[in-house]
């Protein structure tokens, strides 16, 4: 099969020739259907976050089942799947206790360089990456990486539910818990944010304030649910906030991975309001807070994947798109070749797209 290859930081990717073997016990195989760019793997393709090299990224997608191991119940060869990087073992504390993401148990992840499962002719080892690697035509996964969904649900709206969707609707809906008639702020509108958006509109959220510098974008979270827009051109962010919501709100999400954009969540909250980042902040870097809005009871945290339980997540993400309350129709901006796909990451770059997608 054909797969595109990192092999060096701020290098293109390269399609190669890559091979998996059958699947072990606990092992599904699946075509490729689309892989959405996100990005989380421009992070990781500009050094800014490390990962052993060369390695298959892509972690957004979508696929048909064709192999399954000799203990896999789950799933069976012809059902649709969408993938997710938070593999989970079930048992661990964290499992046991709900929270998935955070899952413990390293058997269930393939460890870069110990557990990798693909195969060239190359004598250097290929990386997996976040237990999927979907820039690739097939990707073999454990059962626990995957979920069912209906297959009236689109594939190419499918793979986005993978990550981008779940990430920013899980971070306002599960992480934060966003209440009916809460305020709500989303700094940063790429996919992840406008879904972030979405879904304080599906939890009754009273105001939705998009901020992004990109005017299309603001246009586009009107659509979705953004009740107010505020472009950081316009003037202190911050400022611009408190004045709309009288004197700040009760939620804010930080969707886009930079240390000033997280001091600025936290700064916008009301007395008692709690910033929840979601955006990557580049590895090793730390932000800085005002210790006496600590005495405001102002909280910060952090969402990893929407602190999601996937197999109940997917499959109601699936039910609002068919039902109109999830917009995903809007979310693609490209659809691109495997081979184009330096393209896809050259656009996500200069801010032209919400997401392109691979479709295989
Ligand atoms: N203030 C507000 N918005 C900004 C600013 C700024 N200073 N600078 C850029 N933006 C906007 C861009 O215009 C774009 O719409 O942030 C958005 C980022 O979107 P994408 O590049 O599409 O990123 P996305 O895939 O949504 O991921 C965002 O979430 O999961 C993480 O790793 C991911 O850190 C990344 C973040
Ligand atoms: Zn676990
Ligand atoms: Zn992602």
Redesign the pocket.
């Known amino acids: 099969m054909k797969a595109a290859v990192l092999y060096e930081v701020n290098k293109p990717l390269v399609i190669e020739d890559v091979s998996l073997p059958k699947p072990g016990p606990r092992e599904v195989l699946i075509r490729t259907a689309v892989a959405g760019?996100?990005?989380?793997?421009?992070?990781f393709m500009e050094g800014l976050y490390p990962h052993p090299l060369p390695a298959v990224l892509g972690h957004e997608s979508a696929g048909i089942v064709e192999q399954v191991g000799s203990d896999v119940t789950y799933v069976k060869p012809g059902d649709h799947v969408v993938t997710c990087l938070s593999v989970f073992c079930g048992t661990c504390d964290n499992c046991s206790t709900g929270r998935t993401v955070l899952c413990t148990d390293t058997t269930v992840k393939m460890l870069p360089g110990v557990s990798d499962r693909m195969q060239w002719s190359k004598p250097e080892k290929l990386h997996q990456f976040l237990n999927l690697s979907s820039f690739a035509e097939q990707m073999l996964v454990h059962e626990n990486a995957i979920v069912k969904i209906r297959k009236e649900m689109p594939l190419d709206l499918a793979a986005l539910i993978g990550?981008?969707v779940i990430?920013?609707y899980g971070a306002v809906v599960n992480t934060a818990k966003v209440t009916a008639g809460e305020t709500v702020a989303v700094?940063?509108?790429?996919?992840?944010?406008?879904?972030a958006i979405n879904g304080a509109q599906i939890a009754g959220a009273g105001r939705i304030i998009a901020?992004?510098?990109?005017p299309a974008?603001l246009q586009l979270a009107t659509k979705l649910g953004a009740t107010d827009i505020i472009?950081?051109a316009d003037g202190d962010?911050v400022k611009q906030v408190r004045d709309l919501t009288n004197g700040g709100v009760h939620h804010s999400f930080e969707?886009?991975?930079?240390k000033?954009?997280a001091e600025?969540a936290f700064a916008m909250l009301a007395s008692g309001g709690t910033a929840t980042i979601?955006?990557?902040?580049p590895f090793g870097q730390k932000i800085e807070l005002h210790g006496f809005d600590f005495l405001r009871e102002r909280r910060i945290q952090g969402s990893s994947?929407g602190s999601n339980h996937f197999r109940v997540d997917m499959p109601r993400l699936v039910d609002f798109y068919l039902r109109g309350r999830l917009h995903l129709e809007d979310w693609i901006s490209a659809k691109l070749k495997l081979s184009e796909i330096n393209e896809g990451f050259a656009n996500?770059?200069a801010?032209k797209?919400?997401?392109s997608v691979i479709v295989f």
């Open positions: 760019l996100c990005h989380s793997d421009l992070h990550c981008g990430t920013g700094i940063g509108c790429g996919g992840v944010g406008m879904a901020i992004d510098t990109n974008k472009n950081p962010v969707v886009l991975g930079r000033e954009t600025q979601v955006g990557m902040i994947m996500m770059k801010g797209t919400l997401r």
